[in-house]
């Protein structure tokens, strides 16, 4: 019971971290600058804030709602990830 307390507590912030790291790739290749615009423009801040939150939404949700599920409950980290998808997508748009 500790372990699964532990776990729906610390992971949702490991989900935030990667949403970070992907919005950053996604603001980093946006422009087509390779800069990091969100760290000196005042207003870009926030905006990459608004969006690795938006990219964490979906992961966090499906965690919650599989670690719910009896059947699921094992399984609930891997597929949470799959959330990202779209995000990876929408990154690798501005690579390709």
Do not use: H, W
């Amino acid at each position: 019971m500790l372990k699964n307390k532990l776990c729906c507590r610390i992971y949702p912030l490991v989900i935030i971290l990667i949403s970070a790291v992907i919005s950053a790739a996604i603001f980093y290749f946006r422009d087509e600058v390779g800069q990091f615009r969100f760290l000196t423009e005042k207003g870009a801040f926030f905006d990459f804030l608004g969006i690795s939150m938006v990219i964490a939404v979906l992961p966090v949700a499906l965690f919650y709602y599989l670690t719910e599920k009896e059947r699921f409950q094992d399984s609930a980290r891997p597929l949470s990830l799959l959330g990202f998808v779209p995000a990876l997508v929408y990154l690798a748009f501005f690579l390709f």
